[in-house]
């Protein structure tokens, strides 16, 4: 079928862009940014979610309002602020794939800190007390007893953001970043025929890597039971 073979002729491209030129790009550049922004965000989001737990007052404030501003913006107008800003603020002209990946991590960070605070106020509140009376600080008590308690009980939330994540890298097409999106269009644009097979093989593409990305944070038991379903 002709079909395939407009995907086939592209699939290198549309898999790795420009690589042996050093310019990374389509399915690799979708998972480098999104890998970027998920080690900047989860750590990032846990550690604001460990300082709200633990403040009070004008901090504990600060942190939700913050939160709330980034939740209630639409992410592409966060990365064409940092597209305008970051220069600004630098002197420097910042690479589009680093901009994407600095945007996705500050709008993702104010999800996960949502996220991992609810799941530390959810548990029993006599952890706390029993902890602090056998000596332990409030940060030992936080990184040692809750914090995990949390983070296991939060897994298929941050399971959902990190999916989110990763299909938001999509939305670097508007600064023509060259990830899976912007090649699909490319590729369309060039070859002017049989769109429909194009971009259907792009959400596929997605499709499969959200599956990955969903498996992955199956406890192993559950791994096993969807492999064997």
């Known amino acids: 079928m002709e079909e395939l073979q407009v995907i086939s002729g592209n699939l290198g491209y549309l ?3 420009n690589l042996q030129n050093g310019q990374p790009g389509g399915v690799l550049l979708t998972l480098l940014m999104a890998a970027g922004a998920a080690l900047l965000a989860f750590p990032g989001g846990i ?30 107008f966060v990365i064409f602020w940092l597209w305008y800003l970051l220069p600004a603020l630098t002197g420097v002209d910042m690479p ?3 901009t994407v990946t600095l945007a996705l991590a500050w709008f993702t960070s104010a999800a996960v800190m949502h996220s991992a605070l609810a799941g530390l106020r959810a548990l ?3 952890q706390r007390e029993a902890a602090l009376s056998q000596g332990f600080t409030r940060p030992s008590l936080l ?17 959902g953001i990190a999916i989110n994540l990763l299909k938001d890298t999509s939305l670097a097409f508007i600064l023509n970043v060259p990830e899976l999106t912007t090649l699909a269009g490319q590729v369309n644009n060039r070859v002017q ?11 596929v593409v997605y499709y499969l890597l ?3 990305l ?3 944070f199956l406890k192993p038991g559950q791994r096993h039971s969807a492999t064997r379903s």
């Open 96 to 98: 589009g794939p680093l």
């Open 47 to 76: 550690l604001l979610a460990c300082l709200a737990w633990q403040s009070a007052g004008l901090l504990r404030r600060v942190l939700f309002i913050w939160a709330e501003i980034i939740r209630g913006i639409p992410l592409i």
């Open 15 to 17: 898999l790795w862009g």
């Open 210 to 212: 959200c599956t990955l």
């Open 124 to 126: 029993p509140g006599g």
């Open 214 to 216: 969903g498996w992955f």
């Open 143 to 159: 990184w040692h007893i809750l914090l995990p308690q949390a983070l296991r009980n939060i897994k298929p939330s941050l399971a």
């Open 193 to 203: 025929v049989y769109p429909v097979a194009l971009f259907l093989f792009t959400g």
